[in-house]
T-cell receptor, first 112, second 112 residues
Framework: DAGITQSPRHKVTETGTPVTLRCHQT?????MYWYRQDPGHGLRLIHY???????DKGEVSDGYSVSRSKTEDFLLTLESATSSQTSVYFC???????????FGNGTRLTVT | EDQVTQSPEALRLQEGESSSLNCSYT??????LFWYRQDPGKGPEFLFT???AGEEKEKERLKATLTKKESFLHITAPKPEDSATYLC?????????????FGEGTQLTVNP
């Protein structure tokens, strides 16, 4: 799986609680991404990073924040989880412009 | 706004029955079109990148083609192990990094 590990693989949490998802890569790729996948919407970009401490917003970034303190780790935080954030979250990595993305196996998050 | 529409949503084939999946796209300037395969409970797996109209790529029973408005994924003599959801994504020239806009996918089932 291109050296990408997402943790946890499954999580159930309550509305209003903070949640952090972790993506760890062993490929030393510059770019890292967080996508969410929902029925009827496909994969949508939340945030991405183009280097350590360099991040930018995607199309569905409201309610999410990210941090990248090391090349290999990219964290996605839901400050106060809501039921609309129930989804499957995928991390992806890439080497640069024109390069295909390689995805992890996802984290299934349920907010009750 | 970049848009990707895939059809059909679902396709059921008999083993050996060839067919095609369609990906129609609207993008201001195409940098690349990507095809992925996704198995249940897994992240998308990269198949092909196409960059310009007329380009074709092949891998085993799969062949991807590209025109200025759409891409086709042709499946020749499919086997049950080809059953998966196939995703199409585009990258626009003006986007930073390797940001992709995805379609919702075609769920392919190949019966023995």
């Amino acid at each position: 799986d291109a050296g990408i590990t997402q943790s946890p693989r499954h999580k159930v949490t309550e509305t209003g609680t903070p949640v952090t998802l972790r993506c760890h890569q062993t490929e030393n790729h510059r770019y890292m991404y967080w996508y969410r996948q929902d029925p009827g919407h496909g994969l949508r970009l939340i945030h991405y990073s183009y280097g350590v401490k360099d991040t930018d917003k995607g199309e569905v970034s409201d309610g999410y924040s990210v941090s990248r303190s090391k090349t290999e780790d990219f964290l996605l935080t839901l400050e106060s989880a809501t039921s609309s954030q129930t989804s499957v979250y995928f991390c992806a990595i890439g080497t640069g412009i024109n390069s295909p993305l390689h995805f992890g196996n996802g984290t299934r998050l349920t907010v009750t | 706004e970049d848009q990707v529409t895939q059809s059909p949503e679902a396709l059921r084939l008999q083993e050996g029955e060839s067919s095609s999946l369609n990906c129609s796209y609207t993008v201001s300037g195409l940098r690349g079109l990507f095809w992925y395969r996704q198995d249940p409970g897994k992240g998308p797996e990269f198949l092909f990148t196409l960059y310009s109209a007329g380009e074709e790529k092949e891998k085993e029973r799969l062949k991807a083609t590209l025109t200025k408005k759409e891409s086709f994924l042709h499946i020749t003599a499919p086997k049950p192990e080809d059953s998966a959801t196939y995703l199409c994504a585009v990258q626009a020239v003006e986007t930073s990094g390797s940001r992709l806009t995805f379609g919702e996918g075609t769920q392919l089932t190949v019966n023995p």
